[in-house]
């Protein structure tokens, strides 16, 4: 079975500065895809970055870059310049192959203050 | 990005009524669909993923007869929440799984009185 684990329920950041928010897994799969989810008020999920396991290279999309080590299970997720946008509850999740469920951690909640 | 569109975005219902809730992917196929449960400031709990022509398969935990899941087509899932109850009061979220991704709904805002 697969686990995320998000070790920080809460995080605070202000605006223009950089945040790092943590995320370990645990799969005895090879093949596996991870990904950053942010979920606003709205509580649409929104994807904001996905990493291939097979990848060594980091993902990175504009602002959002993460950090993925693979031998220890970590995918931390950077966000660089905050803006007051980025206030939300993160989701980290992992997905075995392409086809089957994701698997959630349980959010960090990110506050951007002026 | 593919769009999903979950209807209704929020739905009152007595005690003892169904509810249903709808899932569509706008464009695109989706041969799989899921559906989640979310808890006031928790994660997403899966429930159930639903497949295009055959059976759901639900999670350890999740009674099938009252959560009711039918796939007719490539394009719309529905779940039918069965004789509701204060309990079930809950958001519901679906997603489509796309060629590289899941795409998710709005969700649904369900409130048993």
């Known amino acids: 079975a697969q686990t995320v684990t998000q070790s920080q329920p809460e995080m605070s950041v202000q605006e223009a500065e950089t945040v790092t928010l943590s995320c370990t897994y645990d799969?005895?799969?090879?093949?596996?895809?991870l990904f950053w989810y942010k979920q606003p008020p709205s509580r649409q999920m929104i994807l904001v970055i996905r990493?291939?396991?097979?990848?060594?290279q980091n993902a990175t999309e504009n602002r959002f870059s993460v950090n993925f080590q693979k031998a220890a299970k970590s995918f931390s997720l950077k966000i660089s310049d905050s803006q007051l946008g980025d206030a939300a509850m993160y989701f980290c999740?992992?997905?075995?192959?392409?086809?089957?469920?994701?698997?959630f951690g349980t959010g960090t909640r990110l506050q951007v203050t002026l | 990005g593919a769009v999903v569109s979950q209807h209704p975005s929020r739905v009152i219902c007595k005690s003892g009524t169904s509810v249903k809730i709808e899932c569509r992917s706008l464009?695109?196929?989706?041969?799989?669909m899921f559906w989640y449960r979310q808890f006031p400031k928790q994660s997403l709990m899966l429930m159930a993923t639903?497949?295009?022509?055959?059976?759901?398969?639900?999670e350890q935990g999740v009674e099938k007869d009252k959560f009711l899941i039918n796939h007719a087509s490539l394009t719309l899932s529905t779940l039918t929440v069965t004789s509701a109850h204060p309990e079930d009061s809950s958001f519901y979220i679906c997603?489509?799984?796309?060629?590289?991704?899941?795409?998710f709904g709005q969700g649904t805002r369900l409130t048993v009185v």
């Open positions: 997603s489509a799984r796309g060629t590289t991704e899941a795409f």
């Open positions: 799969t005895s799969e090879s093949d596996y895809y």
């Open positions: 990493q291939e396991a097979y990848k060594q």
């Open positions: 999740a992992q997905q075995t192959g392409t086809a089957s469920k994701l698997t």
């Open positions: 464009d695109f196929q989706a041969t799989t």
């Open positions: 639903s497949n295009e022509g055959s059976k759901a398969t639900y």
